[in-house]
């Protein structure tokens, strides 16, 4: 068996190599800046961002694996093999990273440390007056999968009022479920902290956009951990311009690294990471890729295959 990784870079092949060792030995691992006697031999591939038609060019190939939950940097490649599987990687670690992630935003949110990071930049001291609790604070979470359920689950659990909106009816304990297009300005009306964790689709393009955020209640907050692609940037800097939104949380855009021209990297109610919210270690990718392998080569059903007709 031989798999071919494109992900990390040529410097990260010699981590990739020492973990593979570890949890599927007789695996043939090489880098995809490395000469290959003969493509064909290749039956996987973990991949970030594949070259054009590099996917293509291996012509044994019988799975490919995102190195991330998102499968929109493969699905970009015009040429790649549509009759191989794509398998996504979604792992208990970043469930839990994303879960922790969104929760510390939610409470930065809450605390308005934004606001006190703001007031340290020009020596103000500006206490308020009445300071905000988790409980007064409604957060909705869009994307009910494994990372929105898992953070909708520690939302609640933690002590925020909080609502998922999905395709269809979740039964999370704890959390307040809307579903369907008919469902979402209902959703939104009670939501006053709004995170993104929906996949990245056609259908939910541009989502977060000024029809989005006028259902939301005025000096509503935005959390974007989902795909840069759901982000209308202009509309997120009028709605915070106009105090429709009164702070953002953006970890992904829809060019990264985000262009240092542009404004979200000044506005006074931005918060922005460098798309970090859930990053699991190189050594859990590959656990999970070398039981997805085994899987595979034992002709087992396969957990998280993009599918076409979803969209994710």
Request: hydrophobic share 40%; aromatic share 6%; proline share 8%.
């Amino acid at each position: 068996m031989r798999l071919v990784i494109k992900s990390g870079g040529p410097q990260a092949l010699p981590e990739w190599r020492e973990h593979f060792a570890e949890f599927a030995p007789g695996l043939q691992v090489c880098g995809q800046h490395e000469p290959l006697d003969d493509p064909s031999e290749v039956g996987y591939a973990l991949v970030w961002e594949p070259d054009p038609g590099w996917l293509a060019s291996l012509s044994g190939l019988k799975l490919i694996i995102s190195s991330g939950a998102g499968v929109d940097h493969i699905l970009a490649d015009p040429r790649r093999p549509e009759h191989v599987p794509i398998a996504r990687l979604v792992m208990q670690e970043t469930a839990d990273e994303m879960s922790e992630f969104v929760l510390a935003a939610a409470l930065a949110i809450t605390k308005e440390f934004k606001r006190y990071t703001n007031d340290q930049a020009i020596c103000r001291w500006d206490t308020p007056e009445v300071p905000r609790m988790m409980r007064d604070m409604r957060v909705g979470v869009m994307g009910l999968g494994a990372l929105g359920a898992a953070t909708a689950t520690l939302l609640a659990r933690t002590g925020f009022p909080t609502a998922g909106w999905s395709r269809s009816v979740a039964g999370l304990p704890g959390v307040e479920s809307y579903a369907g297009a008919q469902q979402l300005p209902e959703f939104l009306a009670r939501t006053d902290i709004l995170v993104c964790l929906l996949p990245g689709t056609e259908v939910t393009r541009g989502i977060l956009c000024a029809e989005t955020f006028a259902q939301l209640p005025r000096g509503a907050a935005l959390i974007n951990v989902g795909r840069g692609s759901h982000m209308v940037e202009g509309d997120v800097i009028d709605a915070l311009d106009s105090g429709q939104l009164s702070q953002a949380v953006l970890d992904v855009f829809d060019t990264e690294p985000l262009p240092a021209g542009s404004p979200l990297w000044r506005h006074p109610g931005v918060l922005i990471t460098p798309h970090c919210a859930a990053t699991p270690t190189r050594r859990e990718r590959a656990r999970y890729v070398a039981e997805l392998i085994r899987r595979c080569e034992a002709g087992e059903p396969l957990p998280n295959l993009y599918d076409p007709a979803k969209g994710y």
